[in-house]
Nanobody, 119 residues
Framework: QVELVESGGGLVQPGGSLRLSCAAS????????MRWYRQAPGKERDLVAA???????TYADSVKGRFAISRDNAKNTMYLQMNSLKPEDTAVYYC?????????????WGQGTQVTVSS
């Protein structure tokens, strides 16, 4: 059994910063790729950023230069540092990870954390 738990969301003013965390727990053999997604009301869930086990990162064009994804492999935790936040960043943010359990990889999702950017 594997669980992903996000934290760090909240209400912030435009131009502010937040740091999201995604902690994985359970019978984990290895974590391969970890990703952050977001879903605004009435819209599809979109990929925000991704990071491989080796630390290679990719970002959506809308967040390049403002967001930074990182991971602590020893803690099975991924982070998303969000700076210069805009109202259009308002969404529920979800983490997703490809996790190997005893050599069998599978996709896992967290429950989501709300980020609201508003004055």
């Amino acid at each position: 059994q594997v669980e992903l738990v996000e934290s760090g969301g909240g209400l912030v003013q435009p131009g502010g910063s937040l740091r999201l965390s995604c902690a994985a727990s359970g019978s984990i053999f290895s974590i391969i790729t970890m990703r952050w997604y977001r879903q605004a009301p009435g819209k599809e869930r979109d990929l925000v950023a991704a990071i491989t086990s080796g630390g290679t990162t990719t970002y959506a064009d809308s967040v390049k230069g403002r967001f930074a994804i990182s991971r602590d492999n020893a803690k099975n935790t991924m982070y998303l540092q969000m700076n210069s936040l805009k109202p259009e960043d308002t969404a529920v943010y979800y983490c997703r990870a490809v996790i190997s359990i005893n050599g069998n990889p599978g996709n896992y999702w967290g429950q989501g954390t709300q980020v609201t950017v508003s004055s």
